[in-house]
Nanobody, 126 residues
Framework: QVQLVESGGGSVQAGGSLILSCVTS????????MAWFRQGPGREREFVAG????????GYIDSVKGRFTISRDNAKNTVYLQMKNLEPEDTADYYC???????????????????WGQGTRVTVSS
């Protein structure tokens, strides 16, 4: 059974930084495209960033470009989301997700991901 466990969320002031981690177990991590999604208060879950199996393909939503960095360590079965210059609009529950279809592109739809973590909360105050 594939399990994804996020950590690293917390409360910060605007302009602050956090690093989220997601450890995967029970599956073939190196075969998965990994992504971070988020769901803010009263909002639908949205794609934030994704990274291909070897880290050669990366994609972000426009609102986080230049502020967030996704990376992965295949030796540790872990994907990271480094978040800098956080804004109140970044407040959300952040979810790690895995796509096992070996897609050649970073997929951005929730239904396209097979495995999900339980989420970690990020709160940014102004």
């Amino acid at each position: 059974q594939v399990q994804l466990v996020e950590s690293g969320g917390g409360s910060v002031q605007a302009g602050g930084s956090l690093i989220l981690s997601c450890v995967t177990s029970g599956g073939a991590f190196t075969m998965y495209t990994m992504a971070w999604f988020r769901q803010g208060p009263g909002r639908e879950r949205e794609f934030v960033a994704g990274i291909g199996q070897s880290g050669d393909r990366i994609g972000y939503i426009d609102s986080v470009k230049g502020r967030f960095t996704i990376s992965r360590d295949n030796a540790k079965n872990t994907v990271y989301l480094q978040m800098k210059n956080l804004e109140p609009e970044d407040t959300a529950d952040y979810y790690c997700a895995a796509d096992h279809t070996k897609s050649l592109v970073i997929r951005i739809k929730e239904f396209q991901y097979d495995y999900w973590g339980q989420g970690t909360r990020v709160t940014v105050s102004s």
